[in-house]
Every structure is written in C-alpha cells, then in structure tokens.
C-alpha cells in the first residue's frame, strides 16, 4: 500500500527531547487507516540524535536524513520534504508545540480542495496554551508585519513549525527555497502565493517549548535580512 501521509522533522541536538516526541508521533499514526512514514532529518547534530532515532524507529516506516554539518532548520526541514514519499508532507517541530493530532483537520482540507495547509497561532479559534515570553511574542509580531509588508499576503503567522502539503506542492516549493534559516517558512509561503497554490491558514493548538533553539537576538535579525532578499531570490 502506497504511504498516504509522511511526518517530516527536523533535529538538531535533540537526543533528550526525541524519545518522547518520536514515542506521541508513533503512537498516532498507528492508531491512522493509513501507511506513514516519519523522516527525521538531522541538522548536523553533535549529539546522538541519528542514532536515538534510528533506534527507536527501527519497527517503523521510517528515513533518517542527515547533514555533514549545522545547515539551519530550513536545509533541514527541504532535505526532509524533499525525500518523502507520501501524498501529504507534515513537518512539525521537534519539540511537538502543536500536537500531531492536529493534522487530521489539515489533511481533511488538503483532501478536499487546498494545496498546503498551515498552522496559525494568530486566527481567531487558535488555542495558545502556554505562549512564549513577552520579548519574543513582540518580536514574532513585528516580524509577521514585515513579512506581510514584503513577502505575503493576508496570512497572519508564517513561522508556527506545522504545515502540510500535497506531496506535488512540496516537491515544487522545497525544490526552489533557497533559505537555510528560520525565515524559510516566510520564503515558502512567499512562493505558494506566487505560483498559485491553494493555500489555507488554520488555528491551532500551540504550547510554547521553553527550549527553543531560536537565538531571541540574533536570529531575529537575519531573518529579518533574509524577508527583506526573497524578493530578489526569486525575481
């Protein structure tokens, strides 16, 4: 039986927070009526987040991705999209901020009429349990304003780590991201909007983790650059 739906994510130092994700993501899709895989693309990592992954998914259909080096989320996250075999392409963060269960709505409109589906912390009907502090909301804020000045239009959080895709859409986009960073979702939606995608935004369930890799200073600030040169990287 083909694999209907393959769970991308991307990893870097996560051997402590693996075993449980990994041990939720597995625990739902056996429950599904459909084949699944989970590919877990490894960033590099320094740790033994290969080998965890590899162990603990070794009864499962499974593809363990990794990187001679630390490339960034958004390499990550392509080499991932790009080697999965599924009709529909998950990637959700490590860290399972929003809980798998929430890609069954995601696939219900993929299967009906949209292209790619992403997770939103900002429409009404979103479910922010545990939020992050107050210095990094206001910044993520801004930066969804820059972006939507910039890259996209009329989507109100680019950078929540759960989007679903229509495997012929995310072999096109992830194919043209030219981002490693962070900002790579921003890039993603950018091009969705400009080739035509289908693209709907969807609320969802979303607890802060408070091991976050994102750099509150520096980050911000290349990807604020990076928002600024999608324009120029695709014209």
Known sequence: MATYLS???PAYNEEKRLPQSLAVVMDFLKKQPYESEILVSDDGSRDRTAAIAKELLKEFPHQILTAPQNRGKGHAVRQGMLEATGAYVLFTDADLSTPIEEVAGFLAHLEE???VVIGSRALPGSQVEIHQNFLRETMGKVFNL????????DIHDSQCGFKCFRREAAQKLFSL???DGFSFDVEIVYLAQKLGYRLLELPVIWRNSVQSRVQVFR???MMFWDVLRIRSLHS
């Open 146 to 153: 820059i972006a939507q000045r910039w890259a996209f239009k």
């Open 7 to 9: 769970v991308v994510i």
């Open 113 to 115: 009429d949209q292209d």
């Open 219 to 221: 980050d911000p600030l």
């Open 177 to 179: 991201q030219k981002l």
